[in-house]
């Protein structure tokens, strides 16, 4: 996936040594090479979260961020995000634990059967893959510097955490995912390979869906920016059309501006059933084009 491919850390985290030492290495190795034999074993590429690295600077960005967005989300953001992000006790007060007693992790299990692992870095396609299939979502742990609180070029906890997770504590949306991630860890079909990741680009990352008669944000890339969620619900220049499958993944993308097209879902019953019907045709062996 565009935003999960490659081998890149940050450049001047401040908290590097969380995932730069040996365990960490370790894993991200495992995972350069998952798929390989001798190397199918998912979990290796999973760390802990060494909750005690964070700075108290760190905490501190976590407190700017989530001041900064949760209060446009709440009359912004779908109400499933919302519903999410409530269940699985996401607060301002401190960067959310992924294992433990307090962690989201404890929250999800039971509402879904989904939990986030803690990895050191950016997982080849195929590793990221395996984990949604698993229920699983790679989580990266380090947060970004308070110098680059707009932007950052990778994810961080604020984007993968605060942006990804609420929808996993909803059952639709969790079972879509799954779904996803077993169907593009089944095909090696280039022209599926590329399907799927516009597929994931303009739902998981940028999806906009309408509920009450108003169109709301759920996609991670736009809950977890204040600039891009903003203009994508409010810039003329968007185009947002009607979420259709097929014409989803005919759209090609690019990362490194605001999206000027988006897509705009009915419901997320709409995204697990076209899903659905997606996956058997690549579980079957079909082509991407009838
Ligand atoms: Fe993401």
Redesign the pocket.
Do not use: F
């Given at each position: 996936m565009p935003?999960h491919d490659g081998q890149q850390k940050f450049p001047g985290s401040l908290n590097s040594a969380m995932i730069d030492g040996a365990t960490g290495h370790a894993a991200q190795e495992y995972a350069n090479h998952f798929g390989q034999p001798g190397y199918n074993d998912i979990s290796r590429v999973y760390i802990g979260q060494s909750y005690e690295g964070y700075s108290d600077e760190n905490q501190e960005v976590w407190r700017t961020l989530y001041d900064r967005q949760m209060g446009y989300l709440e009359s912004m953001a779908s109400s499933v995000y919302l519903t999410g992000a409530r269940s699985i006790k996401l607060v301002r007060e401190y960067i959310p634990y992924i294992e433990g007693p307090k962690s989201i992790n404890n929250y999800l299990a039971k509402l879904t059967g989904w939990q986030s692992r803690a990895v050191p870095g950016y997982l080849p396609a195929k590793a990221f893959f395996a984990c949604l299939a698993r229920r699983e979502f790679p989580t990266t742990i380090v947060i970004r510097p308070k110098e680059s609180l707009d932007y950052l070029p990778e994810?961080d906890i604020f984007?993968?955490v605060f942006?990804?997770v609420p929808l996993h504590a909803d059952p639709v949306f969790g079972d879509f995912l799954q779904t996803y991630g077993k169907a593009a860890a089944t095909t090696d079909d280039p022209q599926h390979v590329e399907r799927l990741a516009r597929l994931f680009w303009f739902t998981?990352?940028f999806g906009l869906i309408r509920e009450g008669g108003k169109v709301k944000l759920y996609g991670?890339?736009l809950i977890s920016s204040p600039g891009e969620s903003r203009h994508s619900l409010e810039s003329k220049e968007v185009d947002r059309r009607p979420f259709d499958l097929e014409t989803v993944c005919g759209t090609s993308f690019e990362i490194d501006h605001y999206q000027p097209i988006l897509y705009v879902l009915e419901s997320f019953d709409q995204l697990r059933d076209a899903m659905n019907q997606y996956a058997m045709r690549i579980l079957e062996g079909q082509p991407a084009r009838a």
């Open positions: 935003q994810p984007h993968d942006g990804h998981v990352e991670s890339g």
